[in-house]
């Protein structure tokens, strides 16, 4: 008897309803077909046709269907679906990773001449108590924006209404 290894893979089996058509196409391409049903009898006039009935109706079919198209192995509401779960998520970086200059090597920075004279020294500010307790009501009070951007110069901050 021949001893064959299987590689362990991890397989999904989509299933097949109605021809090549899986469950959740066949609900989108099934749907706008109860929906109309239940404008046509719930609406007026009862039972009847009206030209508002089909300008309902029409859209609700081709969105349904354009929805329900296969693209390569995924139908276009899953890929609609993940475009709009990436887009709707916040996108707010705290750190980035290449703010910095880029690394020079040890015989360039050795090279380099020293000028000890051109080095800013830091901007010291005096403020009172006075000011700083004024500074701690802006920062925790929520009818001001306060914001913090870095720049070549230094921090900068910036404080508006918010109303």
Do not use: W
């Amino acid at each position: 008897m021949k001893v064959v290894a299987i590689p362990a893979q991890i397989t999904t089996i989509e299933d097949r309803i109605v021809g090549n058509l899986n469950p959740t196409q066949l609900l989108l391409l099934t749907l706008p077909l109860f929906v109309t049903v239940a404008i046509f009898f719930i609406l007026p006039p009862l039972g009847h046709y009206a030209l508002y009935k089909i300008l309902i109706a029409v859209p609700l079919f081709s969105i349904c269907s354009l929805l329900s198209l296969r693209i390569g192995d995924k139908i276009a509401l899953d890929l609609l679906r993940l475009r709009l779960g990436y887009e709707l998520r916040p996108h707010i970086y705290t750190y980035q990773r290449n703010q910095t200059s880029p690394e020079l090597p040890f015989a360039t920075i050795n090279s380099l001449p020293k000028e000890v004279d051109k080095i800013a020294k830091p901007l010291a500010i005096k403020t009172t108590s006075k000011d700083r307790l004024r500074g701690k009501e802006l920062l925790s009070s929520s009818r001001c924006l306060v914001s913090f951007q870095i720049r070549a110069g230094g921090l900068i901050v910036k404080v508006s209404n918010a109303g």
